[in-house]
T-cell receptor, first 118, second 115 residues
Framework: AQTVTQSQPEMSVQEAETVTLSCTYD???????LFWYKQPPSRQMILVIR??????QNATENRFSVNFQKAAKSFSLKISDSQLGDAAMYFC???????????????FGKGTKLSVKP | GAVVSQHPSWVICKSGTSVKIECRSL??????MFWYRQFPKQSLMLMAT?????????EQGVEKDKFLINHASLTLSTLTVTSAHPEDSSFYIC???????????FGPGTRLLVL
């Protein structure tokens, strides 16, 4: 079974600075997807970024980028020029590419609470 | 695009009553919808997966007779908490997937409080 581990329960960053959130996963599959979701105090889950395992290039979305290390099974999220609105819980998630019995379920890590200091 | 709504956003009910939560994909057809439960300061726990026109697949430990899921159309799935008890109080979130597309889009969630 696949697992996702976020080893940092809480992180803090100064406004305008850069922060990196860690995520590791365990799987025997070679093809899969990885996601970062953000959950602000409103509790709405918002997709931040998505990475396809077969792509070597790291995904980027404006100030958000990932460092995807497939061999190490690591998928960290870098937030540049942090803003107050970035304060939220961040969840790393894994999804198998082959539906099979999982039907495309997302497997979530426990989350990292990010605080942004003005 | 890819907007998912949930209704109601907040519900308070008496113990023993049933509560229905709706999940709608507003601008796309969702072949698959997922229902999650989230306890305070915890991650999302998948309860069940529903495919349009077929029975839902429940995760281990989730009572299918208590949490009834119906996915009658490509834009609507409902979760009914039957004979609710205080321990069912939680935050329920749905998500929808564009068929074999890999991204799940989440609704805003429903806070359920059972008195």
């Amino acid at each position: 079974a696949q697992t996702v581990t976020q080893s940092q329960p809480e992180m803090s960053v100064q406004e305008a600075e850069t922060v990196t959130l860690s995520c590791t996963y365990d799987t025997s599959e070679s093809d899969y997807y990885l996601f970062w979701y953000k959950q602000p105090p409103s509790r709405q889950m918002i997709l931040v970024i998505r990475q396809e395992a077969y792509k070597q290039q790291n995904a980027t979305e404006n100030r958000f980028s990932v460092n995807f290390q497939k061999a190490a099974k690591s998928f960290s999220l870098k937030i540049s020029d942090s803003q107050l609105g970035d304060a939220a819980m961040y969840f790393c998630a894994y999804r198998s590419r082959n539906y099979g019995g999982s039907q495309g379920n997302l497997i979530f890590g426990k989350g990292t609470k990010l605080s942004v200091k003005p | 695009g890819a907007v998912v709504s949930q209704h109601p956003s907040w519900v308070i009910c008496k113990s023993g009553t049933s509560v229905k939560i709706e999940c709608r994909s507003l601008d796309f057809q969702a072949t698959t919808m997922f229902w999650y439960r989230q306890f305070p300061k915890q991650s999302l726990m998948l309860m069940a997966t529903s495919n349009e026109g077929s029975k839902a697949t429940y995760e281990q430990g989730v009572e299918k007779d208590k949490f009834l899921i119906n996915h009658a159309s490509l834009t609507l799935s409902t979760l009914t908490v039957t004979s609710a008890h205080p321990e069912d109080s939680s935050f329920y979130i749905c998500s929808a997937s564009l068929g074999r597309d890999t991204t799940q889009y989440f609704g805003p969630g429903t806070r359920l409080l059972v008195l």
